[in-house]
């Protein structure tokens, strides 16, 4: 049986997006920058799914921009926040997928820019009287607080709202990383206060290649990428005119269905955490799965044993696909920036699993049938490797 619970990483996509996108891919080759009627039905297209991904996230057409996905859209909101904006202080945590890290680490050795890490807890939540502390001690300073919506991987939440309200207070520019959110909640732009928001069609059934940076209205950015004058001069380059109309499709048939496949993966997740309770009760989980956190993730703390290192190699055998988090004894993955973060034991085995629409309980049975089987394997080589010392 082969099962794919790694739907943070990457999804399937959706056989209503690829119709979609087919007729496209065979009629619509025109360049949309062109002026005859070829390169005009290109852009009449691109235009229109602006449009139906702007009223899906509340916001103005020309609040959008389409990128190469989410890491583009990212750095963009960075990078041209330091330029543009003239801000001198990133605020940000330590947790922040590295699209943000890495980029406002640059930001501060190269442009000199003042960092802040806000402080979150062991489940990896967001301190909000920190953040609040940290934007009265740098009242003097403009600043752009950077913090993701969910977790890529222990799925922990961020109060959208409460934080684009301190920001609002602080006249901050406030900037969150909803690629792991988008398609899997509601998001109203206008409500939630924000500056910026980033998103990635892969993540929630689109095609790869392909997202958008919401800049607010009032917010004039320069393009990371010079060129042509696409995108109203923000993102130079030929668009990607298939992508759109997959990311624009993949939008729909979220916020079409969302409600129903919350239920439906909610439910897959608690079913998982209690037969893994069930059959291995040392499991621990990270984040706080059945808290304030992303229905689609689950991240579990396994017991020490004989495979550790070894564990995410052997769900594969079994043909299960998932992450792993902790450290590679052999020094060749990196272990996770988040587990290790939050103070989790990283000898023992971190294993992220995410679900989507596509996955079933038959899936998770056998997942946590492979599990338990593995387990018990190992305690009992374990046990005969002592015996035989
Ligand atoms: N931000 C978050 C939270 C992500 O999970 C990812 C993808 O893993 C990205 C950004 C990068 O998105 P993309 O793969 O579209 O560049």
Redesign the pocket.
């Known amino acids: 049986m082969k099962v794919y619970l790694d739907n ?2 990457t999804t399937p996509m959706d056989y209503e997006v690829i119709e979609a996108m087919i007729p496209i891919l065979r009629n619509n080759f025109g360049n949309p920058s062109s002026v005859h009627a070829f390169g005009r039905s290109s852009r009449a297209i691109i235009e229109k799914a602006r449009k139906q991904v702007a009223r899906l996230i509340h916001a103005k057409p020309s609040e959008l921009f389409f990128t190469a ?4 859209a ?1 750095n963009m909101v960075l990078r041209g926040a330091i330029d543009d904006l003239k801000i001198t202080h990133i605020i940000t945590s330590r947790i922040e ?1 590295h ?2 890290l890495d980029t406002a680490k640059l930001m501060h050795q190269k442009d000199g820019v003042k960092l802040s890490y806000v402080n979150v807890d062991n489940k990896g939540f967001v301190d909000i009287s920190h953040l609040k502390q940290l934007l009265e001690e740098n009242k003097n300073l403009k600043t752009l607080v950077s913090l ?1 919506h969910a977790n ?1 991987e222990i799925g922990s939440l961020l109060p959208l709202k409460k934080v684009g309200d301190l920001c609002n207070e602080y006249d901050a520019y406030f900037h969150s ?1 909803t ?2 959110t988008m398609g899997h909640y509601p998001i109203d732009v206008k409500e939630l206060g924000v500056h910026f928001i ?1 998103c ?1 069609a ?2 929630f059934h689109g095609p ?1 290649g392909i ?1 958008f940076l919401y800049v607010n209205e009032n917010i004039q950015l320069k393009p990371l990428i010079t060129g042509g004058a696409q995108e109203r001069n923000m993102r130079a380059g030929t668009e990607n005119i298939h992508g759109i109309v997959g990311l624009a499709k993949a939008m729909e048939v979220a916020h079409r269905d969302m409600a129903e496949h919350e239920k439906q993966i909610k439910g897959l997740k608690y079913y998982m955490v209690e037969q893994l309770q069930q059959v291995l009760p040392e499991v621990e989980f990270n984040g706080d799965p059945l808290g304030n956190s992303l229905y689609t993730v689950l991240n579990v703390l396994f017991p020490h044993s004989e495979m550790d290192e070894m564990f995410i190699y052997n769900l594969d055998i079994e043909g299960i696909a998932a992450s792993g988090g902790s450290a590679c004894s052999s020094g060749s993955v990196v272990g996770s920036h988040v587990l290790k973060q939050l103070g989790i034991d990283m000898e023992r085995p971190s294993t992220r699993f995410s679900f989507s629409k596509y996955t079933t309980k038959e899936e998770i049975d056998y997942a946590v049938s492979v599990i338990k089987e593995l387990f018990r394997f190992n305690k009992k080589e374990k046990v005969k490797r002592s015996i035989g010392k």
């Open positions: 943070a990483a996905g989410g890491t583009e990212d997928h699209a943000v993701m890529n990383d690629v792991q980033t990635s892969h993540k790869k997202g």
